[in-house]
């Protein structure tokens, strides 16, 4: 029996940043589906949810730390890698 692979939900508003992230996931084998802000994200339908999140931290409409802070709100525990461009973030 053939499983399909996990699947990574990527959200960054960078559409370079999101493309490279998509590109570097999917060469291991892994299905990748990409948003450009967490409202896209929260938007989207997952019926099996995904394996992973990589999740910027900086987003236009809801920061990521906020986007994390709704999903454990939610009882929803995906886990999360947060990426950031910026140096300034603690």
């Known amino acids: 029996m053939k499983h399909d692979p996990p699947t990574v939900f990527v ?16 060469s291991v084998g892994l299905r990748v589906l990409t948003f450009g802000s967490a409202a896209d994200f929260l938007r989207s339908v997952r019926p099996d949810g995904p394996a992973c999140l990589v999740l910027d931290v900086r987003l236009p409409d809801l920061s990521g730390l906020d986007l994390q802070r709704e999903l454990r709100e939610s009882d929803i525990h995906i886990p999360i890698i947060f990426i950031t461009g910026h140096g300034d973030i603690p």
Do not use: K, Q, Y
Request: hydrophobic letters at 40%.
């Open 11 to 26: 959200v960054d508003d960078d559409p370079l940043i999101r493309n490279g992230v998509r590109s570097l996931i999917g």
